[in-house]
């Protein structure tokens, strides 16, 4: 799979930070991952392992099965759960959003960052292949936000996140908002360490997208079908979705917005509040790629 999707590339990961009017300093000091080496006025991060050293996915001709390379995921879960522990310990609700291209998650993070900037303290780390565009149009609302260029890469990992928390360096208290790569794939096997994975779909995509990737919806905690305000153009029918995103997950929540309209984003403001009420964190939504698989 990685052969053919480009993960397999050597590119360096790229980090660049554009503090926002908004931004708060960390009052307990920032993390304390390896160092990180600056080039310009962007950071190149190295990840703790190449892409070349892996594949998400193997046929097994022998055996006639897909089987998972554990040991890199079980890598990953590792470094996801330092993730966790430390934000637990500064009571940082992270919430990854996955998603594929075009779903409207920036557009999603612009109102929810103007909508809730007096309610809450928000930040953001942007994940995309390459260019700052979200990350620009995130600060242009004021909020602190962290750029990740993963190059070739098509997801995530919890090492990226680490670093990329470093460089955000965000208050106790606060909620870190991740957008992922664009991709209904590989980002459902990779634990950042995030309280809850959010799938966002919208309703131009088709509503078959939860049993086509199953994956992702069953690691997500919640469904944010968005863009409802093009219903009347488009083939898309909502009950539908609902009942194919339950029968790959049972427990998800659905919640149907428009991020350009505002209609529906109370729920989805009412839903990262319960998160946050659920402070400080016994637990996380997110499941690890081994129990995704198990």
């Not at 594949?55 to 993730?83: M, P, V, W, Y």
């Not at 083939?235 to 339950?246: I, L, M, P, S, T």
Request: charged share 20%; net charge negative.
């Amino acid at each position: 799979m990685c052969t053919t999707c480009g993960c397999s590339d050597h590119n360096n990961v790229t980090m660049t930070h554009l503090p926002g009017r908004l931004a708060r300093d960390a009052q307990d000091g920032p993390l304390h991952f390896r160092k990180i080496s600056p080039v310009g006025d962007a950071v190149t991060v190295v990840p703790t392992h190449s892409h070349g050293e892996h594949t998400h996915l193997h046929f097994n001709k022998d055996a006639g099965t897909i089987r998972l390379e554990a040991e890199i995921l079980s890598k990953n879960d590792g470094l996801a759960k330092q993730n966790r522990d430390w934000l637990q310990a500064q009571n940082i609700l992270a919430l990854n959003l996955v998603s594929s291209p075009g779903s409207g998650k920036t557009t999603l993070l612009e109102r929810s960052i103007r909508d809730l900037e007096d309610e809450m303290n928000l930040s953001v780390i942007e994940g995309d292949q390459q260019t700052l565009l979200d990350a620009e149009r995130i600060q242009a609302t004021g909020c602190n936000v962290v750029q990740l260029n993963t190059g070739a890469g098509c997801h995530l990992e919890a090492d990226m996140l680490a670093r990329g928390l470093e460089k955000l360096n965000p208050a106790p208290h606060s909620v870190v908002m991740i957008e992922n790569v664009g991709n209904l794939v590989c980002p459902a096997l990779f634990d950042l360490g995030e309280y809850a994975k959010v799938a966002i779909l919208s309703v131009t995509e088709g509503e078959d997208k939860p049993l086509k990737y199953p994956h992702m919806f069953r690691a997500a905690s919640l469904m944010v079908l968005n863009k409802v305000d093009l219903l009347p153009y488009v083939n898309f029918d909502v009950q539908r979705c609902r009942e194919y995103a339950k029968q790959v997950n049972p427990d998800i929540e659905v919640i149907t917005v428009s991020a350009t309209t505002g209609e529906g984003l109370q729920g989805w403001y009412d839903w990262i509040r319960t998160a946050i009420d659920s402070r400080p964190f016994k637990g996380s939504q997110s499941r690890t790629s081994q129990e995704l698989h198990s």
